[in-house]
């Protein structure tokens, strides 16, 4: 549904209603926050310490044991 549908559906609906509609968004604005669409804004990701699941950063021993140990188990 385009903006310009949502908008003329909701001119059309009664006061009371697009009241409703006010609340709900509001609601929604306070549990969810105002932009949903932005996205925070990413760093240099190849400069971030990654921990995976296992407690281990990329490039340590423990890393490179693991990554060795899943790739084998793929063969």
């Known amino acids: 549904m385009d903006q310009k549908t949502l908008w ?3 001119q059309a609906l009664p006061a009371e209603v697009q009241q409703q ?3 709900f968004l509001a609601f929604l604005q306070a549990k969810y926050g105002s932009t949903p669409h932005s996205q925070p804004a990413l760093g240099d990701l ?3 310490p990654f921990v995976g ?3 281990a ?3 340590s021993p423990r890393m490179t044991v693991l990554w060795t140990s899943w ?3 793929w063969k």
């Open 8 to 10: 003329q559906q909701y």
């Open 21 to 23: 509609m006010l609340d």
């Open 46 to 48: 190849a400069q971030e």
């Open 53 to 55: 699941i296992f407690g």
């Open 57 to 59: 950063t990329v490039g």
């Open 71 to 73: 790739k084998q188990s």
